[in-house]
């Protein structure tokens, strides 16, 4: 932290479909999917009103893949990482920019019996790879990997 800023981003949120997995031409796993959060408030007439903000969360690596393999549409979770953008040009020329969130940590939120499936899956994964899985770089860390690489 000597550059004196802060990129952190915590969610707590319900997927909005099942993650979307794919990989790179390298091979490395990225899965794609929505996460809904919701905000209650009064407007200036006093009025309860909610509002729905949608965000794109993005993990690589083992996080991809197990979110891949453990999310679906409607599940609660915990999505800790760092906002990116991505700028590009569309067909008509325009400049775009996305903002998504870069996924570092994720964990599985819900009733006690879905944390308990949950969690036994999760130790089994891990026992699968006798390591638990280490926190990924995000992708514009790695010199080898670029926007172009991003399979979405």
Same mark, same amino acid.
Request: aromatic share 6%; charged share 30%; net charge negative.
């Given at each position: 932290?000597?550059?004196?800023?802060?990129?952190?981003?915590?969610?707590?949120?319900?997927?909005?479909?099942?993650?979307?997995?794919?990989?790179?031409?390298?091979?490395?796993?990225?899965?794609?999917? %929505?996460?809904?959060?919701?905000?209650?408030?009064?407007?200036?007439?006093?009025?309860? @009103?909610?509002?729905?903000?949608?965000?794109?969360?993005?993990?690589?690596?083992?996080?991809?893949?197990?979110?891949?393999?453990?999310? %679906?549409?409607?599940? @609660?979770?915990?999505?800790?990482? $760092?906002?990116?953008?991505?700028?590009?040009?569309?067909?008509?020329?325009?400049?775009? %920019?996305?903002?998504?969130?870069?996924?570092?940590?994720?964990?599985?939120?819900?009733?006690?019996?879905?944390?308990?499936?949950?969690?036994?899956?999760?130790?089994?994964?891990?026992?699968?790879?006798?390591?638990?899985?280490?926190?990924?770089?995000?992708?514009?860390? $790695?010199?080898?990997?670029?926007?172009?690489?991003?399979?979405?």
């Amino acid at each position: 932290m000597s550059s004196g800023s802060i990129n952190k981003v915590i969610l707590i949120g319900r997927l909005g479909k099942d993650p979307e997995v794919r990989y790179t031409n390298n091979g490395s796993p990225v899965a794609k999917f %929505t996460l809904a959060t919701d905000e209650a408030f009064k407007d200036r007439s006093g009025e309860q @009103q909610r509002r729905t903000e949608w965000h794109t969360i993005v993990a690589w690596g083992k996080l991809a893949e197990i979110c891949g393999e453990y999310l %679906t549409k409607g599940k @609660q979770v915990y999505v800790e990482g $760092s906002i990116r953008s991505r700028q590009w040009e569309d067909q008509t020329g325009n400049k775009r %920019t996305a903002y998504e969130i870069v996924a570092r940590d994720m964990k599985m939120l819900g009733s006690k019996a879905e944390s308990e499936r949950a969690a036994s899956a999760s130790s089994e994964a891990v026992d699968r790879n006798h390591a638990e899985p280490e926190p990924l770089p995000a992708p514009s860390s $790695s010199p080898e990997m670029t926007d172009e690489d991003v399979p979405f």
